[in-house]
């Protein structure tokens, strides 16, 4: 029995010993093969680590790209904003240069035109549009004598009023004629309050409309005539509110007791401006209107003789 296992041994192991040669021979081309595998891995790995870096590379140098175009539009928006402006203020450019030099002009001709207007406002009231004219040009003359400078036919339509001021009075009913321009400077630049002589009621009919604008006549309009019963009453509370007061059919003689608001005769006390008005003493907001604004809120009396 022992003879024949070891006979049938021998025939096993002799077909066995080849194949554990060629299981030898594979598992050493299998640890050769596993060991390129890894090394393949390992690039691979290395590879894909690279590949990423060159996509956050790419993603960036994108992102750059688009920002650099965003900024390219914004440049070529602001290089054609700049032409515009550039083409523009070259005419603007010859505007202003006459306009510096006419202002100089101006400055140079200040004293003489501001005398002549003075003149104007203080003596030339009363009289007709040819009396002005004469006597204008009687100073005008006399200014050159005494080598005042002046500019050429100054008179106050162009000396104390802007157009834009000239217009609005004229859409309240303000005739456009030199005579009517020049009396409703008068009327805004005097120091006294204004008489005029309205038989047309052309001069009514403007102060009236004027003083249906709220952000003109600020404090209200009142009107009165020396008949009235309550004209004094009228004319405190004008005075007291800072409103502005109307008096129609004014006579040759006035009642004395306008003579405080007509002289503007006003006193401290308290620190506040008062006038003294009939029995009473009020405060007071007469608002001359030299040298502010045309339509200050404070009270402007008119007197109107028809």
């Not at 456009?176 to 400077?185: K, M, R």
């Not at 009642?255 to 008062?274: C, N, R």
């Given at each position: ?99 510096v030099a006419d202002l100089t002009v101006a400055v140079d001709n ?130 007291r509110f800072g409103k502005w007061a109307l008096l129609e059919n004014i006579q040759e003689t006035l009642d004395a007791a ?49």
């Amino acid at each position: 029995m022992w003879a024949h296992a070891m006979h049938t041994y021998h025939f096993v192991a002799l077909g066995v010993a080849p194949k554990k040669a060629k299981l030898a021979e594979a598992q050493a081309e299998l640890e050769e093969a596993t060991g390129v595998l890894n090394e393949a891995r390992a690039k691979l790995a290395a590879v894909v680590e690279k590949l990423e870096k060159l996509e956050e590379a790419l993603n960036a140098a994108v992102a750059e790209k688009k920002s650099l175009s965003d900024k390219e539009q914004q440049c070529k928006v602001r290089l054609s904003n700049a032409d515009k402006l550039i083409g523009g203020l070259g005419g603007e450019r010859v505007r202003w240069t006459q306009t510096v030099a006419d202002l100089t002009v101006a400055v140079d001709n200040c004293i003489g035109d501001i005398l002549i207007s003075a003149g104007f406002i203080s003596y030339l009231g009363p009289f007709t549009a040819e009396f002005r004219q004469d006597v204008g040009d009687s100073w005008r003359e006399r200014l050159v004598e005494f080598n005042i400078q002046h500019t050429e036919g100054c008179d106050i339509t162009q000396t104390l009023v802007e157009p834009v001021k000239l217009r609005i009075w004229q859409m309240y009913g303000l005739p456009t004629d030199p005579l009517s321009t020049q009396n409703g400077i008068m009327l805004d630049r005097a120091r006294r309050w204004s008489l005029f002589i309205d038989p047309q009621g052309q001069a009514n009919r403007y102060i009236r409309r004027m003083a249906k604008d709220k952000e003109i006549c600020i404090n209200g309009f009142d009107v009165a005539k020396l008949t009235d019963k309550n004209f004094l009453r009228t004319l405190e509370n004008a005075v007291r509110f800072g409103k502005w007061a109307l008096l129609e059919n004014i006579q040759e003689t006035l009642d004395a007791a306008l003579e405080p608001i007509l002289m503007q005769q006003t006193f401290k006390q308290g620190g506040q401006d008062m006038m003294k008005l009939g029995e009473n003493t009020i405060p007071c907001d007469l608002g001359v209107p030299s040298c502010r604004d045309a339509f200050t809120p404070s009270t402007r009396l008119v007197s109107i003789s028809q």
